[in-house]
């Protein structure tokens, strides 16, 4: 949206308000609004948390019960069944990979859908819009940081202790945090206009998860079509969280910077895209 200041009186007391008129052309992001409307985004970012857990009994226990439910049936059915060979790594710490991907896919899922759920507010009253999707995007953090209780508690079953590559593993959190919030904000601007997206976007995540080595090492891909894995930004954020955690090998330089580019693209690429959409939001929704 643009504003134009405007002067209601001569009168040296007169305040002056702001008249919102539509956009037009590529609207460039505003910044200096983002950081003026700063507080707010910290109001929208303590109700998202609390109201991720209202009326609930067990509250953020289920944050923790649900990965660790995942990862022991997993580790059933493909470590016990199906016997994907991880290595000297027993599969259940291997499938801690699944903590990264439920923080993407919570942060996703929640920053497509922020619009449409904050359409009672966008309706009253002026704010900037994209604090929605931000908000809904960093808040399942809390719920990622809950999940290492896992870790800790599997590193404890198996008597081992974590890599001192744990130090890298906020860098590859935030790789996770950027790309979550790319393809959020496309996904926002797209919910809006065809709620059918709202439906495909839940497939779409779970087809992403085996399209993902989250499940089984990248070397149970065929070496010829290892490069596809790289086109995946969360790729490198899983096997990169699995460095830091257990010392397993390294992505490539190659992979990373790939995912970083692509991260950084759908982010820059999303918010010009959201900034364009932004004018007809709210007559839409």
Do not use: C
Not at 49 to 75: C, D, E, H, M, N
Not at 193 to 202: C, F, K, N, T, V
Not at 220 to 228: D, K, N, Q, T, V
């Amino acid at each position: 949206m643009q504003h134009e200041q405007v002067l209601t009186s001569p009168i040296p007391r007169a305040r002056p308000h702001w008249r919102i008129q539509p956009s037009r052309g590529l609207v460039p992001i505003d910044f200096a609004e983002l950081w003026r409307y700063r507080e707010l985004l910290y109001r929208f970012l303590w109700r998202d948390f609390k109201a991720r857990y209202k009326q609930t009994y067990l509250g953020p226990f289920w944050a923790i019960f649900r990965p660790f439910a995942s990862i022991v049936i997993f580790s059933i059915i493909f470590g016990g069944l199906a016997k994907i060979s991880t290595g000297k790594i027993p599969y259940a710490l291997f499938a801690l990979g699944l903590l990264p991907w439920t923080y993407f896919s919570s942060a996703l899922t929640g920053s497509a859908s922020s619009i449409l759920n904050s359409s009672g507010l966008l309706q009253k009253v002026y704010f900037p819009r994209l604090y929605a999707p931000l908000s809904a995007a960093v808040t399942p953090l809390v719920d990622f940081v809950l999940t290492l209780v896992i870790a800790v508690g599997l590193f404890a079953y198996y008597r081992v202790l974590p890599s001192w590559h744990i130090v890298f593993m906020p860098a590859f959190i935030v790789l996770a945090l950027v790309t979550a919030l790319g393809f959020g904000i496309w996904f926002t601007g797209i919910m809006v206009r065809y709620r059918d997206a709202g439906y495909a976007l839940p497939f779409a995540i779970q087809l992403g998860m085996y399209l993902t080595p989250v499940l089984y090492p990248a070397t149970f891909i065929p070496e010829r079509y290892r490069w596809l894995l790289a086109l995946n930004p969360v790729t490198a954020v899983i096997e990169g969280f699995r460095w830091t955690l257990l010392g397993t090998k390294p992505p490539s330089l190659t992979a990373v910077g790939v995912s970083i580019a692509v991260g950084i693209a759908l982010l820059i690429g999303g918010l010009y895209f959201f900034r364009r959409t932004e004018r007809t939001i709210v007559d839409m929704i």
